[in-house]
């Protein structure tokens, strides 16, 4: 399959509006990993057209963040993104997504955009909500693909699409890892090797949090001072390790299977986040019988 780019809105509305059948579409800010390309995968698998947008997003940077270092590796990604089984590849100008008269933002009511990453990172969902309900307003009805390892993320899409009646089936696939357990992420290319290593503990905070569920805990705070105690002697800079109710995104006082473990922490320069439903499997674990 040969790789098509589509670089103006008129395109793409165009292109995406006239697919024959049904069409998977996988946002992405580029920087392709293994973790993206299972998404394309998953759209390959279910759909008769898959487009892959790479669009670095500025509304959902804070001032202080990584949007100038944000790796942007086009003709590499585009590499990736064919050899994944995508068709479509969006790439859009900043300029005209955003034009100097644009005024409109997307919101929520509920505390899901203003707790954790939106706690820690102000007006981020509300940049994320924008720029998706933007992207599916141009490529029209299909079935979206979105990575679990950004899990409020798909909270807060999912109730979005749910709340505007818009035409597109989101999917969440599973979070792909290294062979050593770290979440697959763009921002791993600013580790480090030490760093890579001290990245670890986000991953053994999860770890912690399922080997005190599988041990019988059910005390949330017990189970979150387990997994800030993995994360303190690992990181520079804890951000939280809290267990929340997989729906809403609320505080667990008790836990139950399936309530998911979040944490976030920076590493050197790199801001990373990750989780784990209790009771799933998880690397450095053995599988539940
Ligand atoms: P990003 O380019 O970071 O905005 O991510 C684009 C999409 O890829 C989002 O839906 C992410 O959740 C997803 N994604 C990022 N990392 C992973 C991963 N390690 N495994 C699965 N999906 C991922």
Redesign the pocket.
């Known amino acids: 399959m040969t790789l098509t780019t589509l670089r103006t809105l008129d395109e793409i509305r165009s292109t995406c509006r006239g697919v024959d059948g049904q069409l998977g579409f996988?946002?992405?800010?580029?920087?392709?990993?293994?973790?993206?390309q299972?998404?394309v995968r998953a759209a390959r698998q279910e759909c008769d057209v898959v487009a892959a947008s790479i669009f670095v997003n500025p509304l959902q940077f804070g001032d202080d963040e990584d949007l100038d270092a944000y790796p942007r590796r086009e003709a590499e990604d585009a590499v990736l993104l064919a050899a994944a089984g995508a068709d479509l590849l969006l790439l859009i100008d900043k300029d005209e997504m955003y034009p100097p008269d644009f005024a409109t933002t997307i919101t929520q009511s509920e505390t899901l955009v203003t707790t954790l990453e939106g706690e820690c990172r102000p007006g981020h969902f509300e940049g994320v909500l924008t720029v998706v309900a933007k992207l599916f307003g141009l490529v029209g009805p299909c079935r979206a693909?979105?990575?679990?390892?950004?899990y409020q993320?798909?909270v807060v899409v999912r109730r979005m699409v749910a709340d505007l009646n818009l035409p597109v089936h989101v999917e969440v696939?599973?979070?792909?890892?290294e062979p050593d357990g770290l979440?697959?992420?763009?921002r791993n290319a600013y580790l480090g090797d030490d760093q890579r290593a001290a990245a670890l503990s986000l991953v053994g905070a999860l770890r912690a949090a399922e080997q005190a569920f599988r041990a019988g805990e059910r005390s949330a705070p017990a189970i979150e001072a387990a997994m800030e105690t993995i994360l303190r002697a690992g990181t520079d800079e804890p951000e939280y390790a809290c267990l929340v109710d997989p729906l809403d995104m609320s505080r667990r006082t008790a836990a139950r299977a399936g309530d998911v473990a979040v944490v976030a922490a920076r590493v050197g320069p790199a801001r990373l986040i990750d989780n784990h439903s209790l009771g799933d499997t998880i690397p450095g674990l053995p599988a539940r019988p």
């Not at 693909?145 to 950004?150: N, S, Y």
């Not at 696939?173 to 890892?177: E, F, G, Y």
């Not at 979440?183 to 763009?186: E, R």
């Open positions: 996988v946002p992405t800010m580029g920087a392709i990993h293994a973790g993206h299972s998404l693909f979105f990575g679990r390892k950004d993320q798909t696939c599973p979070t792909v890892r979440a697959m992420s763009s």
